[in-house]
Nanobody, 126 residues
Framework: QVQLVESGGGSVQAGGSLRLSCAAS????????LGWFRRAPGKDREGVAT???????TYANSVKGRFTISKDNAKNTLYLHMDSLKPEDTGIYYC????????????????????WGQGTQVTVSS
């Protein structure tokens, strides 16, 4: 399994921004599907954004236009830049990978993920 370590979470006011990072133990191109999931208090884990090894990107409708997913292959690092944060964005954010690129989207089931990071807390206050 790929080892993943998230960082960059914190507490911000509504309308603020955060940039999350995910350091991977393997080359990112070894995983066809890379992404971010989140779990809000009392809710199931849900997909936020994904990017494939050939840079195809998807976003959940709830974050489209506000969040940007990107990766740096040389640094083996995945990023999630979050702008215009809302209180409903509050939750634990997880970096995730899967070997195959097929079906890689923000609507994919978390059950298909091969590797998870430990998560980083994001708190947005109104």
């Amino acid at each position: 399994q790929v080892q993943l370590v998230e960082s960059g979470g914190g507490s911000v006011q509504a309308g603020g921004s955060l940039r999350l990072s995910c350091a991977a133990s393997a080359y990112l191109y070894s995983s066809g599907c890379l992404g971010w999931f989140r779990r809000a208090p009392g809710k199931d884990r849900e997909g936020v954004a994904t990017i494939t090894s050939d840079d195809k990107i998807t976003y959940a409708n709830s974050v489209k236009g506000r969040f940007t997913i990107s990766k740096d292959n040389a640094k083996n690092t995945l990023y999630l830049h979050m702008d215009s944060l809302k209180p409903e964005d509050t939750g634990i954010y997880y970096c995730a990978t899967r070997g195959s690129a097929g079906g890689c989207s923000a609507s994919m089931s978390p059950l298909t993920i091969n590797s998870w990071g430990q998560g980083t807390q994001v708190t947005v206050s109104s």
